[in-house]
């Protein structure tokens, strides 16, 4: 696999998953059935549990989406 230098910007992920490198931090960012994940790693630690994880359902985008 080939690393790709991104600069601040719009991006799509048409597989729906993605690696990204932030100074210290590996995030992984995948879809779900039910929405989508952000889990964070220490760069160095990526076999281990995440250090830090969030989640949005699709049900509550759409939600806020009709207010």
Same mark, same amino acid.
């Given at each position: 696999?080939?690393?790709?230098?991104?600069?601040? /910007?719009?991006?799509?992920?048409?597989?729906? =998953?993605?690696?990204? #490198?932030?100074?210290?931090? @590996?995030?992984?960012?995948?879809? %779900?059935?039910? /929405?989508?994940?952000?889990?964070?790693?220490? =760069?160095?630690?990526? #076999?281990?549990?995440?250090? @830090?994880?969030?989640?949005?359902? %699709?049900?509550?985008?759409?939600?806020?989406?009709?207010?």
């Amino acid at each position: 696999m080939t690393d790709i230098n991104l600069k601040d /910007g719009d991006y799509i992920l048409t597989d729906g =998953n993605g690696w990204f #490198q932030i100074d210290g931090f @590996a995030i992984r960012l995948h879809r %779900t059935d039910e /929405g989508v994940i952000a889990d964070i790693w220490d =760069n160095a630690g990526e #076999q281990d549990s995440p250090i @830090a994880s969030t989640y949005a359902f %699709t049900a509550d985008l759409e939600q806020e989406e009709e207010t």
